[in-house]
């Protein structure tokens, strides 16, 4: 079935330092890669994508990456700062519909 | 540009009644997804609406139902609420159907005592 596995469910970093979050996906049918970024209160911001003709994707301080052979894609962010505590979420599309992980709660400690 | 607009952002129900979410997606987009998000399962697709015909459906039960207006609009609708409803839930707009971005609103908070 549709599924979507998300590690870690939650991290710890010192600004300046680098978060990366993964993720496994199970359907080979999937072919876009969102990530969200999710603040108290709010609904899920797009953050960044990319789809599965591409390997890497890089804007500003994110990055992701995507190995289509194992189902893995990433999220890499650099130089982290205070206003990058969040919680987190990557999702994998079938048809339009949006398979979540279960997210990772962030924390930036100054 | 406005983004996706929920209404209300706060509901609070009682057990058996029904409720109905308001989303109004991005000017020019045509699609619209709901989810409901909840602590123990995360968040999870409901159903898609595209140029007022619903394109996929999640497995929720019959009790969620969903419609589009003409201008893309798109209301769901809960029946006989159960305190396991309790959840947000979440509208997100795409420009088409398909593997493309989608936006999220504020959510309707809704509470079901």
């Known amino acids: 079935g549709e599924n979507v596995e998300q590690h870690p469910s939650t991290l710890s970093v010192q600004e300046g330092d680098s978060a990366v979050i993964k993720c496994t996906y199970s359907d080979s049918a999937s072919n876009y890669f969102p990530w969200y970024k999710q603040e108290l209160g709010k609904g899920p911001q797009l953050i960044i994508d990319?789809?599965?003709?591409?390997g890497e994707k890089k804007d500003q301080r994110i990055a992701v990456t995507l190995n289509k052979t194992a189902k893995h894609f990433s999220l890499h962010i650099t130089e982290t700062q205070p206003e990058d505590s969040a919680v987190y979420f990557c999702?994998?599309?079938?048809?339009?519909?949006?398979?979540f992980g279960q997210g990772t709660e962030l924390s930036v400690k100054p | 540009k406005a983004g996706v607009t929920q209404t209300p952002r706060y509901l609070i129900k009682t057990r058996g009644q029904q409720v109905t979410l308001s989303c109004s997606p991005i000017?020019?987009?045509?699609?619209v997804s709901w989810y409901q998000q909840t602590p123990g399962q995360g968040l999870q697709f409901l159903f898609e609406y595209f140029s007022e015909t619903q394109r996929n459906k999640g497995n929720f039960p019959g009790r969620f139902s969903g419609r589009q207006f003409s201008n893309s609009r798109s209301e769901m609708n809960v029946s006989t609420l159960e305190l396991g409803d309790s959840a947000l839930y979440l509208c997100a707009s795409s420009l088409v159907t398909g593997n493309t971005e989608a936006f999220f609103g504020q959510g309707t908070r809704l509470t079901v005592v």
């Open positions: 999702a994998a599309s079938i048809g339009g519909k949006l398979i």
């Open positions: 990319i789809r599965s003709n591409v």
């Open positions: 000017s020019g987009h045509r699609s």
